[in-house]
């Protein structure tokens, strides 16, 4: 097992464009986390995945923000209408009780 | 609400000597203290936690504390190697039985050893 995926890892995107991310986590695990880091700060919880269910979501998870986890495996995180204040680093973790592993991170830009 | 504060952004050692990189909270619901290293366009790596039902937690290099009465807690790596150079962060989470860990993570402390 490699660990949690995430693609892309990097994503340069226009103002208003929609984008979407990937993230595979450990296969024997069905906790699904996403978290976003801005510069300067430390990551920041946005949702969370037990199997296929949006267990919880953060406030800062806005309306242009959806995520999914279908079939318990796989989870995409998609923003539309994209803002400048999106450019972060998107953060993936998965775990099977105490502790994560996280993904490498998506870094989202935009123009 | 910072509900979890590193206020020191960054700290310098020599190789072979001690770090102390230090991490306070604020919400008394926290139950279970984490620290992550994480180097540039990689994310965060797990180090060593600590429950707390317990004031010290060693694994070799590396010693977290607690002070729960403090609501502090400190990183200590003995001694410090190169390879330590990262940014450190302090994660706390409440509720740690029921499955669902959601980290509240403070802004990190970038630790620079140099030789």
């Known amino acids: 097992d490699t660990g949690v995926s995430q693609d892309p890892r990097h994503k340069i995107t226009k103002r208003g464009q929609n984008v979407t991310f990937r993230c595979d986590p450990i296969?024997?695990?069905?906790?699904l986390y996403w978290y976003r880091q801005t510069l300067g700060q430390g990551p920041e919880f946005l949702t969370y995945?037990?199997?296929?269910?949006?267990?919880?979501k953060s406030r800062l998870l806005s309306d242009r923000f959806s995520a999914e986890r279908p079939k318990g495996s796989f989870s995409t995180l998609e923003i539309q209408r994209t803002e400048q204040g999106d450019s972060a680093m998107y953060l993936c973790?998965?775990?099977?009780?105490?502790?994560?592993?996280f993904g490498s991170g998506t870094r989202l830009t935009v123009v | 609400d910072q509900q979890v504060k590193q206020n020191s952004p960054s700290l310098s050692v020599q190789e072979g000597r001690i770090s102390i990189l230090n991490c306070d909270y604020t919400?008394?619901?926290?139950?279970?203290f984490l620290w992550y290293k994480k180097y540039p366009a990689e994310g965060p790596t797990f180090l060593i936690s600590?429950?707390?039902?317990?004031d010290k937690n060693e694994d070799g290099r590396f010693t977290v504390f607690l002070n729960k009465s403090a609501k502090h807690l400190s990183l200590h790596i003995v001694p410090s190697q190169p390879g330590d150079s990262a940014v450190y962060f302090c994660?706390?989470?409440?509720?740690?039985?029921?499955?669902?860990?959601?980290?509240?993570f403070g802004t990190g402390t970038r630790l620079l050893v140099s030789p």
């Open positions: 600590i429950s707390s039902i317990k």
């Open positions: 995945f037990q199997n296929e269910a949006q267990l919880e």
């Open positions: 919400n008394s619901m926290f139950d279970y």
């Open positions: 296969s024997e695990h069905n906790r």
């Open positions: 994660a706390a989470s409440a509720g740690r039985n029921t499955g669902f860990q959601k980290l509240v």
């Open positions: 973790a998965s775990s099977s009780g105490a502790g994560y592993t």
